[in-house]
């Protein structure tokens, strides 16, 4: 019973998880992901 | 018997050699004087594992820089996207990533296999001690960079400047050689982050995997799902015998008999090499 609730708990998150990503993707936020890992990030790499 | 249960650990290798090769794989990045990283749409994408998106061969973004980024841009939104990410990566393989996926992770393991003595962690101290990624996520992945603002209004990404040695061997080490005109920006933080580095990579030699047990801020929250990842470990308890050869063989010091989904297990499938009753396998949660 345990076991069931909470493989369902998990699919449950997963679903939400992944509205959450597609929401995102659609309000431009891939897009700041994608613009901040195509520049060389100085600070990252001890440059800065 | 014997061969099946060599085959799990080879396999292994074999995936993380591959998932490495792939998350780097844009080799033109790599060739002497050129200063450009990859730049193409996968980057609209994060890696599973710790992968600095500054490497000159990374294809996609790294979870954890991408986290920063969002949090201390200044016109913020709630990071829906990068979260969504995150989540969804725990939920479905947990710490199985950092076991399985995570490159850095090979090159500690590679490390500890060079001959030489291995450190006993004492337990209490090891027990604190790996609270400590915790704090690292909580403080320098989340909190600064959130809060922590600059004469311009802009945020840093605190965790990736001052701790990261993922970004440092992955990213700052090969553009430096390659590229030339990035060496007189070399300061006292580029030589912070060596010693970070070289400190994290020389104990590696004597500590299984000591920044994936310590301070990496992924492992920490892959930890946090654990308990829902659908990819999981099973003891099967009526052939388990209980003699204790998992638990002596893992290196993540983590009994599966006792917490089959500790936050400190990654899924390396040691314990079901060493099981003489086979008793140990993955299931996926349904």
């Known amino acids: 019973m345990r076991n ?13 998880a992944v509205c959450m990503c597609l929401y995102g993707a659609a309000a431009g ?9 195509i520049r060389i990030c100085m600070e990252c790499i001890g440059l800065g | 018997m014997g061969k099946k249960s060599l085959s799990l650990g080879r396999l292994r290798k074999v995936v993380q050699i591959i998932s490495g090769i792939a998350a780097n794989g844009y080799i033109k990045g790599f060739l002497p004087g050129n200063p450009m990283i990859y730049e193409g749409p996968l980057k609209h ?3 599973p594992g710790m992968n600095c998106y500054s490497c000159p061969g990374a294809l996609g973004a790294c979870p954890i820089g991408a986290l920063q980024a969002a949090l201390n841009a200044r016109d913020r939104d709630f990071p829906f996207y990068v979260l969504g990410y995150l989540i969804a ?23 500890y296999k060079i001959p030489g003595p291995k450190l006993k962690i004492p337990e209490k101290a090891d027990r604190v001690l790996r609270y400590v990624k915790y704090l690292v996520l909580l403080v320098l992945v989340i909190g600064l960079p959130l ?7 802009g945020g840093l990404p605190f965790f990736c400047q001052y701790l ?75 052939s388990c015998t209980n003699c204790g050869a998992c638990a002596g063989a893992c290196g993540m010091k983590v009994d599966p008999r006792k917490f089959p989904d500790s936050a400190e297990c990654i899924r390396c499938g040691a314990c079901m090499d060493k099981c003489p009753e086979k008793a140990i396998s993955f299931r996926i949660r349904r």
């Open chain 2, 164 to 238: 990261c040695p993922v970004g440092t061997l992955e990213g700052g080490v090969p553009l430096v050689l390659l590229n030339s005109t990035l060496r007189p920006a070399l300061g006292w933080l580029f030589r912070w982050k060596m010693l970070v580095l070289i400190l994290c990579l020389v104990s590696c030699i004597f500590i299984y995997r000591p920044f994936c047990k310590y301070l990496c801020p992924l492992g920490a929250f892959y930890g946090f799902m654990q308990k829902i990842s659908l990819v999981r470990i099973r003891v099967d308890e009526d």
């Open chain 2, 45 to 47: 994408f994060c890696l």
């Open chain 1, 29 to 37: 936020q891939a897009e700041d992901v994608f613009i901040k890992a």
């Open chain 2, 147 to 153: 809060f922590y603002r600059d004469g311009s209004g």
């Open chain 2, 89 to 111: 990566a725990g939920v479905i393989a947990g710490r199985f990533i950092c076991g399985w996926l995570c490159l850095f992770g090979l090159l500690q393991e590679l490390l």
């Open chain 1, 4 to 16: 069931k609730f909470s493989g369902r708990l998990s699919w449950g998150i997963l679903a939400a």
